[in-house]
């Protein structure tokens, strides 16, 4: 049998400047492309989730590029230890290799891989690919990691300079390489999955270049839709920065933030479930649940909280400025843990990142790494006013809609930003000021 390397995809899912598949490509003659669906995530989603709607058209893509170099994907659906004891026994694997995935339990699943792969004799290889710099790349003087956005952006940017980024235009050479082979590539009926009804999977760059000008009018819908293309690798980050940063800085800026979240993640894991600044822990939240319920439904009574909820739970995308300004609704006016509304967009989102979506859950709440003060409390309507004055996106995703004959709001602006700011004001005096 011959000796075969395996290029494991997770959030990769390209082949063009692919940093670990290049690195197998360059140093082994058979390389099998393979993908776990990985039953510990999928067993807890629901059956039209259209993530794995969109991981899967990712990967039929993938395999039709791979048959072009006579080679095919290898699919697998299971708990990835199991599939890997199972592939020990089909081939005779001489490595693996893979890009790093640094969220807690990507980070534990992998730990157990490896020791399974080298308790087999089986070499291990992981890579950077989906951060542009890694948790400690960007560091303090001193050798601490920055909790500060904006010194962090300093020196990245700085780093960033000094680095030279390059762009494959082919690999002929190295598409050689592939494992011949003509795996049967699986239906999403066959994995327990129906195919999702969003249309939101596409991607503009040509929101690049005119990005600060229309990111905060969600009534343009210009935003690029890059962040499941992202998440899920389908684009690669070294590309997009390389492309966006002559045209838009507020673009890099965002990129940035991205990282920023990520080394946060991997510094502070214990942020997944407390808050950043522990004085916090102790806010007296309501969570009411007839509240949350409204919330989540888009039924508050404030126009550009329910467009953005409702279309939320319609394509799984929600526009940047709106996400802020419903998160600040839940967490300020309804006076519920930033934790259920952080829980609620993992669901929804397609976009869904761990690091990025609790650090922004925390800067809305105030309770996270250079986040909005406590007091600082959005006043939906003046949000409406100033960035949908036309109704426009209120009309898109409330198509009945009458300024005059619209659901009674849930609770009273005023009220709710003097509750809100007694709340946190209290628990802060119990921690100690």
Not at 124 to 145: M, N, W
Not at 308 to 318: K, P, Y
């Given at each position: 049998m011959e000796k075969t390397t395996f290029f494991w995809l997770r959030r990769d899912l390209r082949l063009n400047d692919n940093t670990g598949l290049k690195a197998a490509?360059?140093?082994?003659?058979?390389?099998?492309?393979?993908?776990?669906?990985?039953?510990?995530?999928?067993?807890?989603?629901?059956?039209?989730?259209?993530?794995?709607?969109?991981i899967w058209q990712a990967l039929k893509k993938l395999n039709i590029s791979l048959k072009s170099h006579n080679s095919s994907l290898l699919v697998e659906h299971g708990d990835p230890i199991e599939i890997w004891t199972e592939l020990l026994k089909k081939?005779?694997?001489?490595?693996?290799?893979?890009?790093?995935?640094?969220?807690?339990?990507?980070?534990?699943?992998?730990?157990?891989?490896?020791?399974?792969?080298?308790?087999?004799?089986?070499?291990?290889?992981?890579?950077?690919?989906?951060?542009?710099?890694?948790?400690?790349?960007?560091?303090?003087?001193?050798?601490?990691?920055?909790t500060i956005y904006t010194p962090y952006k300093r020196k990245w940017l700085e780093k960033f300079a000094k680095t030279n980024v390059v762009i494959p235009k082919k690999q002929d050479e190295l598409n050689r390489k592939y494992a011949k082979?003509?795996?049967?590539?699986?239906?999403?009926?066959?994995?327990?999955?129906?195919?999702?009804?969003?249309?939101?999977?596409?991607?503009?760059?040509?929101?690049?270049?005119?990005?600060d000008e229309h990111r905060d009018f969600p009534f343009i819908d210009k935003t690029t839709r890059l962040g499941h293309h992202l998440r899920f690798g389908t684009i690669s980050l070294r590309s997009l920065v390389a492309y966006a940063t002559p045209k838009n800085d507020t673009f890099i800026s965002e990129l940035i933030w991205r990282d920023?979240?990520?080394?946060?993640?991997?510094?502070?894991?214990?942020?997944?479930?407390?808050?950043?600044?522990?004085?916090?822990?102790?806010?007296e939240w309501r969570n009411n649940e007839v509240d949350f319920k409204l919330w989540c439904e888009g039924k508050t009574g404030y126009p550009i909280?329910?467009?953005?909820?409702?279309?939320?739970?319609?394509?799984?995308?929600?526009h940047n400025r709106v996400r802020m300004i419903v998160a600040s609704f839940l967490i300020k006016h309804l006076l519920i843990d930033w934790r259920w509304g952080e829980a609620y967009f993992a669901e929804?989102?397609?976009?869904?990142?761990?690091?990025?979506?609790?650090?922004?859950?925390?800067?809305?709440?105030?309770?996270?790494?250079?986040?909005?003060?406590?007091?600082?409390?959005?006043n939906p309507t003046l949000q409406q006013e100033r960035f949908d004055k036309n109704l426009d996106y209120i009309k898109r995703w409330i198509p009945d809609f009458e300024p005059n004959n619209y659901i009674t709001p849930i609770v009273e602006h005023k009220m709710a930003?003097?509750?809100?700011?007694a709340t946190y004001k209290t628990a802060l005096e119990n921690f100690g000021g």
């Open positions: 490509l360059q140093n082994n003659t058979n390389v099998q492309v393979v993908f776990i669906f990985d039953t510990t995530i999928l067993d807890k989603l629901s059956k039209d989730d259209a993530r794995v709607s969109f081939f005779e694997i001489q490595s693996i290799y893979t890009n790093r995935d640094y969220e807690p339990m990507a980070i534990e699943r992998d730990k157990k891989v490896q020791f399974l792969l080298e308790s087999n004799g089986v070499s291990y290889y992981d890579f950077k690919d989906h951060v542009f710099f890694e948790k400690d790349e960007i560091l303090k003087a001193d050798g601490t990691p920055y082979s003509n795996f049967a590539f699986p239906s999403l009926h066959s994995i327990g999955f129906s195919e999702s009804k969003s249309n939101s999977f596409a991607y503009d760059l040509k929101g690049v270049e005119n990005y920023f979240f990520s080394q946060i993640l991997a510094h502070f894991p214990y942020v997944i479930d407390a808050p950043f600044k522990k004085k916090y822990a102790n806010i909280v329910d467009a953005g909820m409702r279309q939320l739970n319609e394509t799984g995308f929600m929804k989102l397609l976009d869904f990142d761990l690091a990025s979506n609790n650090g922004n859950w925390q800067w809305a709440a105030g309770t996270g790494c250079d986040s909005a003060p406590y007091f600082r409390v959005f930003r003097a509750r809100a700011i």
